[in-house]
């Protein structure tokens, strides 16, 4: 997905605005302008993901992974299924926790 430059700005002004946490204000207490790398580092600092969050977040782009391998690579349906687990395991290769993917494919 694109997006193109002005509808990213509108899109940070409109995430700014709408969102509840507090924002710079100048010397009459009014909210600051900010350039959109200020806004930015200000959303992210303010976005808070729990649990449930991350959980679903993972659940949902391992069904986006099982969706492409079936659909756009034809595999069998009944050969690629999701597993459910601790997503703060280390790898059983080893290595640290954090941002990954493990697959397994069967093979016959």
Request: net charge negative; charged share 30%; proline share 3%.
């Amino acid at each position: 997905m694109q997006i193109a430059p002005e509808e990213y700005a509108r899109n940070l002004e409109a995430v700014n605005a709408n969102e509840i946490f507090p924002k710079p204000r100048n010397i009459l207490e009014l909210i600051k302008a900010l350039s959109d790398a200020e806004m930015k580092n200000l959303i992210l600092a303010n976005t808070v993901a729990g649990e449930q969050q991350l959980r679903s977040l993972a659940e949902a782009r391992a069904a986006g992974v099982r969706e492409f391998l079936v659909k756009q690579r034809k595999m069998d349906s009944a050969r690629v299924s999701l597993k459910s687990g601790d997503i703060y395991r280390t790898s059983e290769k080893g290595g640290e926790t954090g941002s990954r993917i493990e697959s397994e494919v069967e093979v016959e």
